[in-house]
């Protein structure tokens, strides 16, 4: 069998003959991406504030999960408006390529298909020209932990600050390393990016960033809730999230019954359909049958039900981190290893209530 490599899964090669990188040592096989990504030879010194201020265009490579790049997007959005001269491409699963070609543009996002993003499939080829053909003057990479082969192509790239939030990045495919936040936020971690631009001339002012629900979609939202007979100011969204369906039955009883003594025991189950925003099972029908529900299928139906109502509830997950970036309050149950979600720290309409799990009892 091949030696796994730090960083490798999948493979370098999915098909011979450049499966057979994959038996390599794995300080081979950095030396050969290095060597082909730009050499060995030192790079030439810069002025990190200097450079900076110079930026116009800039590759971020996103995290993988949703719910991630929503935690992130605060950074990302920070950026975008602190330097609007600045054109910006985003390497970023194609499960979640769509959310940032409507946000930034069609040609903003550079999705990966990680099926076919091996050494000599054509997949990978196309990105690695596409990043290189873009030019980037600065690169960020957000991610948790990053295969081989996207450190490779950012480094192919050329571009002469290349930014790693976290230091598993071997030389030299990164220059700049950035050391994990304290305490191990994802969102504090990110935000470690924006500190760079403080040796800068134009130093970027972190805050939380909103998404505006369009006419048509608060028009469809407003439809949907009528469908159902119910009132938005009388209403609380519950977010199904499709986690641990007892503890989300337990926090559904518990607004419905904070509802029913302010007056109203309306209390909407919303669930995302098939759509690409966030794969969701439906909740029980037992308690579809007892309360009203809704599938939403888009980004900008769930901002539109947002917009309509006074408050939305639900666990930790990516419909919580979405309706935090409405002008909604939000209600999030975390527990306490949930901590490295929590941005309600930079979002004042978010409250975060820490839950203890009671311990199972041990069988004998």
Avoid: C
């Avoid at 040592?25 to 730009?38: F, I, N, T, V």
């Avoid at 970027?204 to 028009?219: D, F, G, Q, T, Y």
């Avoid at 888009?298 to 979405?322: E, H, K, Y």
């Amino acid at each position: 069998m091949p030696r796994r490599n730090l960083g490798r899964g999948p493979f370098i090669g999915k098909r011979w003959p450049y499966k057979a990188l994959n038996y390599l040592p794995p300080r081979q096989l950095w030396k050969y991406l290095a060597w082909k990504s730009g050499g060995s030879l030192p790079e030439a010194p810069f002025e990190l504030g200097k450079s900076l201020s110079a930026i116009n265009r800039i590759l971020i490579a996103l995290p993988d999960g949703f719910q991630e790049i929503l935690v992130a997007f605060p950074v990302i959005q920070s950026l975008v408006q602190g330097l609007p001269g600045a054109e910006f491409r985003f390497l970023v699963d194609e499960g979640s390529a769509g959310f940032i070609s409507a946000l930034y543009g069609p040609d903003s996002a550079l999705g990966i298909h990680w099926g076919d993003f091996h050494w000599g499939e054509a997949h990978f080829q196309e990105l690695t020209r596409a990043a290189a053909a873009f030019r980037p003057e600065l690169t960020m990479d957000l991610r948790e932990e990053t295969p081989p082969l996207l450190h490779f192509l950012i480094r192919s790239t050329l571009a002469p600050i290349r930014v790693r939030v976290m230091g598993d990045s071997p030389r030299p495919f990164s220059n700049v390393i950035l050391q994990p936040a304290e305490p191990a936020n994802h969102l504090r971690r990110f935000l470690q990016t924006l500190r760079l631009w403080d040796f800068s001339e134009r130093p970027i002012v972190p805050k939380w960033s909103r998404l505006a629900a369009s006419p048509e979609n608060r028009k469809e939202a407003a439809a949907r809730l009528a469908s159902k007979g119910v009132r938005p100011e009388s209403t609380r969204l519950f977010l199904w999230q499709d986690r641990d369906p007892g503890r989300q039955r337990e926090l559904f009883r518990e607004a419905v019954s904070e509802r029913a003594e302010q007056g109203s025991a309306q209390s909407l189950v919303v669930v995302n359909g098939s759509g690409s925003l966030y794969g969701s099972s439906p909740p029980p029908q037992d308690l579809i049958l007892t309360t009203p529900a809704l599938e939403v299928d888009s980004t900008g139906l769930l901002l539109g039900l947002f917009a309509n109502t006074s408050r939305s509830i639900g666990l930790n997950g990516p419909l919580v981190q979405l309706a935090g970036m409405a002008d909604t309050d939000v209600e999030a149950r975390f527990e306490a290893g949930e901590s490295v979600w929590d941005t309600s720290f930079l979002n004042p309409r978010l409250k975060v209530r820490y839950e203890e799990r009671a311990e199972k009892p041990k069988q004998s």
